[in-house]
């Protein structure tokens, strides 16, 4: 995603965003590295600080932009930043989410705008908001089922579902969360695989509109819970020898590698789109 979206930008902003991602140094996986190359290791880093969070269960969202900020510095209590699950059997505007995607989104969109803040912190929001708009962009980040037989528990965005791929190697179960996590493909940037798969991504990207673009980050939710609706909980057949395993058939992995393209192509334009108008304060580097 942040490869569509660096090539989306013009120079001077490149620039920005290398200058800005130089001014930290807490984010790992940025050092020594080309702007582009810093980027991709920014939007990763917020994985990390998930992993070190408490397991808090509270959808409160801090009060002021300033507590947005420390917990994105720290990784306090933001476990809950990465989804806004809704019950895919319920209409969307009619529930409230589990989690905080969107209000950590927007908070950090604000922070990586504002001018006041320092090139450091401006580079912590735009880690984050790399991050948090590809989570949104991924259908399962958005979105949950019922667990069958279990009245009022939801399967966590898919987390509690069980599928086999034969085309995995090993075909070992996995959860259904990981498996559309993981379907864009893990190859290496520079890599002959990795451009390939950016060539395609880039043909998507050719065919957002501007009125994707300017489309607020609640839309971009809203359109992953109704993929989730409509194609990835339909499309799962029943494993008849392994009760509550689904089989991922070749027609629906087809199917999702294609909408996984998009989703990607459409959150590198978006980023791209968003940091722009951000940094825009900001002079040319030298």
Same mark, same amino acid.
């Given at each position: 995603?942040?490869? @569509?979206?660096? %090539? ?11 200058? $800005? =991602?130089? %001014?930290? /140094?807490? *984010? ?10 810093? !980027?991709?290791?920014?939007?990763? !880093?917020?994985? /990390? =600080? ?5 397991? %808090? ?30 019950? @895919? ?12 995607? #969107?209000?950590?989104?927007?908070? /950090? ?7 006041? @803040? ?9 880690? !984050? $908001?790399? &991050?948090?708009?590809?989570?949104? &962009?991924?259908?399962? &980040?958005?979105? %949950?089922?019922?667990?069958?037989? /279990? ?11 069980? $599928?086999?791929?034969?085309? +995995? ?7 259904? &969360?990981r498996w559309w996590d993981e379907l864009p493909g893990q190859a290496r940037p520079g890599s002959a695989r990795f451009n390939k798969a950016l060539i395609r991504l880039l043909e998507h990207a050719l065919l957002v509109t501007e009125t994707e673009l300017t489309q607020p980050p =609640? ?12 194609? $990835? ?14 089989? *991922?058939?070749?027609?629906? !992995?087809?199917?999702?590698? #294609? ?20 940094? +825009? ?6």
């Amino acid at each position: 995603m942040v490869a @569509v979206a660096w %090539s989306a930008l013009d120079k001077p902003t490149r620039a920005r965003v290398a200058r $800005v =991602l130089r %001014s930290q /140094q807490l *984010i790992t996986g940025t050092r020594d590295k080309s702007g582009e190359a810093a !980027w991709m290791g920014a939007a990763l !880093w917020p994985d /990390q =600080l998930r992993d070190r969070s408490d397991t %808090s269960s509270s959808d409160t969202p801090p009060g002021t932009l300033k507590e947005w900020l420390r917990r994105a510095t720290t990784g306090e209590h933001t476990r809950r930043w990465h989804f806004a699950d809704r019950n @895919v059997a319920q209409a969307f505007s009619q529930q409230r989410p589990h989690g905080l995607l #969107e209000p950590a989104l927007n908070a /950090q969109i604000r922070l990586l705008g504002d001018a006041t @803040v320092s090139a450091h912190d401006r580079a912590i929001a735009l880690a !984050w $908001v790399s &991050h948090l708009i590809a989570d949104a &962009h991924q259908p399962l &980040h958005c979105a %949950s089922r019922a667990v069958p037989g /279990q009245p009022g528990e939801l399967d966590a965005g898919g987390n509690l579902v069980t $599928v086999i791929d034969a085309g +995995r190697k090993p075909p070992d179960p996995i959860s259904l &969360h990981r498996w559309w996590d993981e379907l864009p493909g893990q190859a290496r940037p520079g890599s002959a695989r990795f451009n390939k798969a950016l060539i395609r991504l880039l043909e998507h990207a050719l065919l957002v509109t501007e009125t994707e673009l300017t489309q607020p980050p =609640l839309g971009w939710i809203e359109e992953s819970f109704n993929i989730a609706r409509n194609q $990835v909980y339909p499309g799962l057949l029943p494993d008849a020898d392994l009760p509550g395993t689904f089989i *991922i058939r070749q027609d629906y !992995w087809l199917n999702g590698r #294609e909408t996984s393209q998009a989703r990607l192509a459409l959150a590198g334009r978006r980023l791209a789109y968003i940091v722009e108008r951000a940094l +825009r304060d900001l002079p040319q580097a030298p």
